[in-house]
């Protein structure tokens, strides 16, 4: 069955970074677009960025200059390069998978930016 795991949440201080990866299996990864959502107490789930297949990328309008979305086809892995964050980043982030008419989730990765 289709899995996505993601890691590398957890507690930064503002302007530090963070480096989420989401690894996918029982899929073809290299087909279709990836993304990152992310989900803050209180409030509904939100697009964070997208990388299509062929590399092209997409961004919340509050996260870029900041944030980097990337794939590795290889290692069936999508990556979150976050900087600078802001308490305001606060959030369970999710991955995401579409290919063809499916929709597949991640459990989410807590990111908590706090002093």
């Known amino acids: 069955q289709v899995q996505l795991v993601e890691s590398g949440g957890g507690l930064v201080q503002p302007g530090g970074s963070l480096r989420l990866s989401c690894t996918a299996s029982g899929v073809i990864f290299s087909i279709g677009v990836m993304g990152w959502y992310r989900q803050a107490p209180g409030k509904e789930r939100e697009l964070v960025a997208t990388?299509?297949?062929?590399?092209?990328?997409n961004y919340a309008d509050s996260v870029k200059g900041r944030f980097t979305i990337s794939r590795d086809n290889a290692k069936k892995t999508v990556y979150l390069q976050m900087n600078s964050l802001k308490p305001e980043d606060t959030a369970v982030y999710y991955c995401?998978?579409?290919?063809?008419?499916?929709?597949?989730w991640g459990q989410g990765t807590q990111v908590t930016v706090s002093s």
């Open positions: 990388i299509t297949s062929d590399g092209a990328t």
């Open positions: 995401r998978k579409g290919i063809f008419s499916s929709i597949y």
